[in-house]
């Protein structure tokens, strides 16, 4: 298929919503602070519970200027008990159902089976290869990832992966389509199990819950040093910059004569992780420990108040650079 073979952008009014959990919830912010018309369909969906979410994810995304009027226009909000329903209007459908192979491909598979073939299927998947998605779709180039951060609604990252049979047409105002949203979308290049960002998630708890396990520091320490060293650095610039900046005027070439030999050493001595009942309890006793006492529905609370500042900050920084 074609560019022109799909709904263009402009036509895209009305989007379906399969799976209104965490994800599904912060997606429907986000579009109708955009002004789509949304149709749901979750089984388990209580729309007072999903309209008093919204309503409360509203004064942050107007302070980011993505909503634009007083209140959210919940009527425009319409849940479905059942699929083909929902999605038969739809002209772009998120799936943002649980994240095993087996549920996924076969609710793509029906999601497939009946929105009209030139309109995109998004999976909010956080790391199955898009290919295993699109495997039971009789439209395979139109199904690929969309890939958003919790809470979806705020960060702005957006990683958009398609599989084997993905047209690049549909990669492309996928892109688009996000881009619009006012998130910054990335496109990878081929796909991996847990996509790109994950992945590099992944390696960095590993050494920090191996240091947990290890006894290196306190669970606040652990925590302080990527909060106070590394994430500062990090809200402005990847991992590249960074290591490029730490050689100075010499940029990466110095830093790798400076660190050559030790980068090796560090990477050699990196440890593992396996997820045993132990193990789990000493992690989730790290996390009470760093939550001080206060409830974790306190700690969103402070955490999506704050991304607010940091994402507006980064806006205004990263337009500067
Ligand atoms: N939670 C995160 O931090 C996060 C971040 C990014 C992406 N994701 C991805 O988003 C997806 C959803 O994750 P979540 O955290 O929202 O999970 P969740 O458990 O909060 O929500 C899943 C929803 O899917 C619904 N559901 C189950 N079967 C369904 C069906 N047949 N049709 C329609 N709805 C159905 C459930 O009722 C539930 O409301 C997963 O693929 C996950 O990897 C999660």
Redesign the pocket.
Known sequence: MTAAHFLSLSAIRTVGL?????????WAALLLARGYDIAV?????DPAQIGAFITQAWPALRRLHIATTEQPDLSRLSFFPD?TTAVAGADLVF?????LVS??T??IA?IDAALPADRLIL??????RPSLLQAEAAHPERILVA??????HLVPLVEIVGGERTDAAATILARDFIAGLGKRPIILKREMVGHLTNRIQAAVLRETFHCVLEDVASPQDIDDALRFGLGVRWALMGGIMTFNLAGGPGGAAHTLDMARRAYADWWADLGDVTLTPEVEERLIEAAKAVEMDRSTQDWIAWRDEGLVDVIALQNERIDKA
């Open positions: 399969v799976g209104a959990g965490s994800v599904g919830k912060g369909h979750d089984p388990a969906a699929l799936e943002n159902g649980p994240e549920a996924k076969d609710l029906r999976s909010s998947s956080g790391g199955i890939h958003p951060f919790n809470p979806p």
